[in-house]
């Protein structure tokens, strides 16, 4: 092919190998682009926002952070998700390929580095090219993905991320889960959900029955929710008497029926204090989340959850409702 018309489009090369970066920079730069470089993943983060690059070139086995990951991060970084990002890497294994594209990444490119052929190849990329995937083969190496997502995040939770009383995550968990969990949403086209469930009563069993009484209802709704939910999607107590659930891959209506379960199981449970009953009533609300215009970032629906969603003018939620139940002292459930 001839030379590229790069028109100084600036790359940005996330490497750890100071000599595969001073390689790609003679490459690159004699071809009139604009080069700039990071050694890890979370200087790249970094570089992306200083440089605005228009092409990112991504190591895999990057020190701190997978390459999968920091292209995830990337992608669900709003103003970002445009940027291609084209994977760079020695790694041969059966599924890379599969994992770059599913992460968020347009293209793959093999390492040693063709001299003849890596311009052009970024160029190519540059002007759209994308590579696809089949959809059954897009679905499986999502769930792998995910899975490998949750897996991580597991390990690292520690008492920074997790809720003291109720064991279930907190603020920051959530707001950590959601920036990947929206990023491959968006890139995947899968809808997601929002569930809150307010404990309606904590005020008052907290001032019939004391604090530490309404600390074991509260672990004990944590356990229900916890228990009853799938394994990826995302728990949090986001205020005193309020937990949140991201539901991915869950349409709104889909969601209400989530609801009902959730309160029904809330509802069905035995709270006590000694041998008296506690009449306990949850709330549960939320919606589908409106995620094609790109406005709702983890920031945003953290704010929404501390202001509470109300369900028909919360900005971003669609099919929005509204399910009550209630354990009376008899035994017997109300509304």
Do not use: W
Not at 81 to 99: F, N, Q, W
Not at 176 to 190: A, K
Request: aromatic letters at 8%.
């Amino acid at each position: 092919m001839g030379e590229a018309q790069s028109g100084k489009n600036r790359i940005l090369y996330i490497e750890d190998s100071f000599e595969n970066r001073i390689l790609a920079r003679r490459i690159l730069e004699s071809r009139g682009y604009q080069f700039f470089e990071a050694g890890n993943a979370r200087e790249g983060l970094k570089a992306v926002a200083a440089f605005n690059p228009d092409l990112i070139l991504m190591d895999i086995n990057l020190p701190d952070l997978s390459g999968f990951e920091a292209a995830t991060r990337i992608k669900g970084m709003g103003r970002y998700h445009h940027v291609p990002i084209v994977a760079v890497t020695a790694r041969v294994l059966k599924g890379d390929r599969e994992r770059a594209v599913i992460s968020g990444c347009e293209g793959y490119i093999p390492k040693p580095i063709d001299v003849d052929t890596f311009a052009d190849t970024v160029q190519k990329y540059l002007g759209g090219a994308v590579e696809q995937l089949a959809p059954e083969e897009e679905r499986n190496y999502l769930r792998q993905y995910t899975q490998h997502l949750i897996e991580r995040l597991e390990r690292q939770i520690d008492l920074t991320l997790t809720d003291e009383l109720t064991g279930v995550g907190n603020l920051r968990y959530a707001a950590l889960r959601l920036d990947e969990e929206l990023s491959l949403c968006r890139r995947c086209g899968m809808p997601a959900s929002l569930l809150f469930c307010d404990v309606d009563s904590l005020k008052r069993v907290n001032a019939e029955y004391g604090y530490d009484v309404g600390n074991a209802v509260l672990k004990k709704i944590g356990r229900i929710l916890s228990t009853n939910r799938r394994r990826f999607d995302i728990l949090a107590r986001i205020q005193k008497d309020e937990f949140f659930l991201f539901l991915f891959n869950v349409d709104g209506l889909t969601a209400r029926k989530a609801a009902e379960r959730f309160a029904g199981q809330i509802r069905d449970a035995a709270f006590a204090s000694g041998t008296r009953q506690i009449p306990i009533s949850v709330s549960v609300r939320g919606g589908g989340l409106e995620l094609r215009d790109g406005t709702l970032t983890p920031r945003s629906i953290i704010e929404m959850c501390k202001a509470g969603a109300i369900p028909g003018k919360s900005p971003g939620l669609l099919d929005t409702f509204v399910v009550a139940s209630e354990r009376c002292p008899d035994g017997g459930t109300g509304g």
